[in-house]
């Protein structure tokens, strides 16, 4: 079992918020900005400096993942989390941020209106799938 943490996505924007649920909630501030380019913010609590969470506030995980994956590479944060949320127990951060970026970015690319090439699809297809 890992440290819970609660899944908030936000889909117009690209935005997660993964705050922990077994603690109150207090004052928090965000370190790391650098370390991560301010594609990753760790949030601690004002008090005592523990970790409450993690966000990419202000950012797109669809344009920043494979940075992101590089940066948690190079600076990794130790520990192991729950994410009931998205069905995840005993995960790695890297682990929750690309089943976040699988369910919610991967999972909703539009598929392309024109087919790809060698694939055969008549013109009428194509003309009903663009007036939708």
Same mark, same amino acid.
């Given at each position: 079992? +890992?440290? $819970?943490?609660?899944?908030?996505?936000e889909e117009p924007w +690209?935005?997660?918020?993964?705050?922990?649920? *077994?603690?109150p909630r207090r $004052?928090?501030?965000?370190? +790391? *900005?650098e370390i991560y380019e301010y594609r990753f913010h760790v949030v601690q609590t004002s008090l005592t400096g523990e970790i409450a969470g993690f966000s990419n506030e202000g950012n797109d995980l669809a344009q920043d993942y494979p940075r992101l994956m590089e940066l948690l590479e190079a600076h990794p944060i130790p520990g192991r989390y729950d994410v009931p949320d998205m069905g995840l127990t005993d995960?790695?951060? $890297?682990?929750?941020?690309t089943a976040i970026y699988e369910q919610y970015v991967v999972g909703q690319e539009p598929e392309p209106a024109y087919p790809a090439v060698g694939e055969?699809?008549?013109a009428l297809q194509v003309a009903d799938r663009e007036a939708e």
């Open positions: 079992m +890992g440290i $819970p943490l609660s899944l908030w996505y +690209g935005t997660f918020l993964l705050m922990r649920t *077994d603690r $004052p928090t501030y965000a370190w +790391g *900005d995960a790695t951060l $890297p682990e929750i941020i055969q699809t008549s």
